[in-house]
């Protein structure tokens, strides 16, 4: 039977980015990427927003996320790899105790170099034809909806077409010889004793064991390191191992609606923020529905992250609920947005959250010959580069990845057993 160098569970955008890093760093090494689906990126990467921002509180968030930024902006604009990356920004709208909050952070943030710009509420009206204000609104008092008090603009945020990405990603990997294999399914992990005695049932405790390999619906594959990035799916592979990886699946949902009116067309292309021409990623106070614009659908997507009492559970086809738009996102958005009025979605998918119940920020880790990388929680694509990087610098064996720009960061940081990871004030 073949033995591969490294065996990668999961052709999503983590498990790509991964083996696009190990391969460039290890051209000689035979390693087979497999997926259960028929194509790369076909779970929560085919169902993200694909939406990007540069501005965290979070050192490990900001490195993560500006160097990969900086990294698809080099693909795109150095090696004329279209990404389709669209500079739009994220417009954030803070009702007065959340600005409150916010200001010293952002304050901070300034004086580091990062830009914003502020927005007051007659300026948000004007510009966005929104309601800021809910003081003679009941319905809106009851809804507990916070005014639109002031905007921040991020500019270094946007959009990117996660498609194109994939295939980047899959191409240069394939490229440089790789392997990938779809329809192939990880049934379970494969652990073997470093020195088999045939005991029946062996490896006992007192036998020094590894993973080496997966049994798949095609039959085992052996491999010297094997990677389990199978993003929601993860501990379904690890939980028989007894390996806790911390990473949990949840629902998130996108609502489509044609900006078909006059108003929405308008909307759509707001000018005065970006180059584009177009409205920002907008996230609206409280609750933070998202709005983002789709360009090339004359539309726009809209989200809601729901949390309580939102289960985690894994679901193979995740189905979007008509209730959580027509009673959920329709009212709250609304009620700032009045060129939504009567809007129905002519499209909708969903899709699963990662979540690393930890810090909600990656993990990276390496036990008895098994890498578990993932927990990208809602930010995947957005860190993808960065997390490649890091995953394939533990399997290099340095204790530091050296991300696109050229700064470091400590493998470990990413790890469990000396994680270290500042917590985000900047949530969305
Ligand atoms: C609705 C929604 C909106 C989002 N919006 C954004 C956004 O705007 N910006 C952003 O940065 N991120 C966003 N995200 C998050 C982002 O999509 C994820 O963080 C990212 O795609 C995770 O990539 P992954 O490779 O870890 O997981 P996945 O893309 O889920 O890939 C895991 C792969 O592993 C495979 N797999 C699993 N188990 C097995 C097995 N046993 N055998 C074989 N194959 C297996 C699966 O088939 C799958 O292809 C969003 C996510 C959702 C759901």
Redesign the pocket.
Same mark, same amino acid.
């Given at each position: 039977m073949v033995e591969y160098d490294a065996v990668i569970?999961?052709?999503?955008?983590?498990?790509l980015s991964t083996v696009y890093h190990i391969k460039k760093r290890h051209p000689n090494k035979e390693i087979l990427v497999?997926?259960?689906?028929n194509a790369a990126?076909? $779970? +929560?990467?085919a169902?993200?927003? $694909? +939406?990007?921002r540069c501005l965290f509180s979070s050192k490990t968030n900001f490195l993560l996320a500006d160097s990969s930024a900086e990294f698809y902006r080099y693909v795109q604009e150095d090696l004329n790899v279209d990404l389709k990356m669209r500079w739009v920004g994220y417009l954030w709208l803070f009702n007065e105790e959340n600005y409150e909050k916010t200001l010293p952070v952002l304050r901070d943030l300034y004086k580091k170099g990062f830009t914003y710009e502020e927005y007051n509420s007659d300026e948000l009206a004007e510009k966005l034809g929104i309601r800021t204000n809910f003081v003679d609104d009941e319905e809106a008092q009851l809804m507990g909806l916070g005014n639109a008090y002031k905007g921040i603009f991020i500019p270094k945020a946007g959009l990117i077409d996660v498609d194109l990405l994939v295939k980047f990603y899959e191409s240069e990997f394939l490229r440089l010889g790789g392997k990938i294999q779809y329809v192939?399914?990880?049934e379970s992990v494969v652990v073997e004793p470093g020195e088999p005695l045939e005991i029946p049932g062996e490896p006992y405790f007192w036998q020094d064991a590894n993973v080496v390999g997966v049994n798949t619906n095609k039959g085992t594959i052996k491999a010297k390191k094997t990677m389990i990035?199978?993003?929601?799916?993860s501990s379904?592979?690890l939980d028989s191992l007894g390996v806790e990886c911390h990473i949990k699946p949840k629902k998130?949902?996108?609502f489509s609606v044609k900006a078909n009116t006059d108003a929405l067309g308008k909307l759509l292309f707001t000018k005065g923020f970006n180059d584009v021409g177009c409205l920002p990623f907008t996230i609206l106070p409280n609750p933070s529905v998202l709005i983002r614009p789709v360009l090339e659908e004359n539309a726009f997507w809209l989200?809601y992250a729901d949390e309580f009492p939102r289960a985690f559970k894994l679901e193979e086809d995740s189905q979007p609920e008509e209730n959580f738009y027509q009673y959920g996102i329709y009212q709250v958005l609304v009620k700032y947005f009045p060129q939504f009025f009567g809007c129905h979605p002519f499209s909708a998918f969903?899709?699963?959250?990662?979540i690393n119940t930890l810090d909600s920020q990656p993990v990276i880790f390496e036990e008895n010959r098994l890498m578990v990388v993932?927990g990208?929680s809602?930010?995947?694509?957005?860190?993808a580069d960065a997390i490649g990087r890091i995953a394939a610098a533990l399997y290099s064996g340095d204790e530091y990845a050296v991300l696109h720009g050229g700064k470091a960061i400590k493998v470990s940081d990413l790890g469990l057993k000396n994680r270290l990871v500042e917590p985000e004030k900047l949530i969305i």
């Open positions: 569970v999961g052709a999503g955008i983590l498990g497999i997926d259960k689906l990126g076909q $779970a +929560a990467t169902k993200s927003a $694909a +939406a990007f192939t399914k990880a990035v199978g993003g929601a799916w379904q592979l998130r949902q996108i989200g969903a899709g699963l959250y990662a993932g990208a809602g930010s995947g694509i957005m860190k």
